[in-house]
Structure formats: C-alpha cells, structure tokens
C-alpha cells in the first residue's frame, strides 16, 4: 500500500483546487447565458419557438386536430445543468411547458416541441398507434425525417415506442441541419456553444 507523503497531499488540493475554480467559472459563465436565455426563452440558437409553433401546427398533418385561431400556450423555461430536454402538453389547458437544458442539442429541442403539439393535436392516443402516425408524418413534412417502419425500431433503453421514435427523428433532423439541408434554420452547430441572437424584424 502507497505511503501519502506531503507532496501527494499537495498535489491533489491543487488539482481539487483547480477542478472547483474550473467549476465555479463555468457556472459563473453558465448564469451569463441563462439571464440572457430568460429574457428572450423564445429564441433558441437562433430559431423562434413560438414560430416553430405555428408552423408545425399548419402542417397538413396536425392542422385538421388543431384549432389554429388558439393555439396552445409555449411556456420555455432553461436549466443550468447539463442534461436533455423535458416537455408536458397539459392537453386539457392548451398549453405546452418546455424546459431545456444546458447546451441542450436543437435538434432535440425541435423534436420535443413537435411531439408535445402531437400530444395537443391526439389527446385520446397517448404514445399510441396514432400519436406516432402524427409524430412520424409531421416530421416528414417539415423536416424531410421520415421512419418508413416504425413498429420495426428497437425500443431499448427509451422504454416507449415514441421515444424511441424521437431518437431516431433528433438524428435524422441533426444531420440534415450538419448537412446545411433546412436553410430555415440559422444556427450555431458548435456542440460547445450556445447561440443568442437578436430576432429579425
């Protein structure tokens, strides 16, 4: 067994010194992007959430299912840690609550808005058969992400069909976007970086 001396005490407090100087200026920095994310919770890398909104709603596929003169509320709230992203369709209220967060893909951002509007659009189907007919055929309109079988993928680890489902269009949609496929977007695809920008009048 090693003998600690002196020297391997002071070692490790300067690595553990440095670690937690590492830490607090990454979250010091993290707080810097937050205020920024808050006081504009709609625009995410660039793209306009409440726009996402409409035009997912507008899709052949949703808009029978969808009242387009009130459509739900998007509530979108941020974390500071990393980690994916959660969504609710509080389908009896019109409402959606996204909370995303930190660095969180926006690929995958997409996709969870759009599956919480499939929610709103099939309120009786949840993770159904229909659900991820809707899902599924949306996401080829607006994206071009299409699964021609989805009853065949592999659940594993996602528990549920749909998300199984989500994983598959969150790669498809990423590179599509890696690709410069959807010009629509104007983004920043740096995995370390999250862009704010000013939206255009």
């Not at 990454?26 to 909104?53: H, N």
């Not at 990393?82 to 909370?99: D, P």
């Amino acid at each position: 067994m090693e003998d600690y001396t002196e020297d391997h005490y002071s070692k490790f407090k300067q690595e553990n010194d440095a670690y937690i100087a590492q830490a607090k200026k990454t979250m010091a920095e993290r707080r810097k992007i937050l205020v920024v994310q808050r006081k504009t919770p709609f625009l995410y890398r660039g793209v306009d959430l409440k726009s996402e909104l409409k035009r997912y709603a507008r899709t052949e596929e949703l808009r029978p299912h969808l009242d387009l003169r009130s459509l739900p509320k998007l509530r979108v709230m941020y974390s500071q840690y990393e980690g994916g992203t959660k969504g609710v369709a509080f389908t009896c209220e019109n409402r959606i609550v996204l909370t995303i967060g930190f660095h969180a893909p926006l690929p995958s951002v997409l996709v969870l808005l759009l599956h919480e509007l499939v929610h709103i659009a099939c309120p009786r189907n949840h993770h159904g058969t229909l659900f991820i007919k809707r899902l599924n055929h949306a996401a080829r309109e607006l994206w071009g992400a299409y699964i021609e079988s989805p009853y065949d993928i592999e659940i594993g680890e996602h528990g549920l069909r749909a998300y199984a489902v989500d994983a598959n269009l969150r790669t498809q949609l990423a590179v599509r976007l890696a690709l410069d496929e959807l010009p629509e977007y104007r983004l920043d695809l740096r995995p370390d970086d999250v862009t704010i920008t000013k939206e255009t009048p």
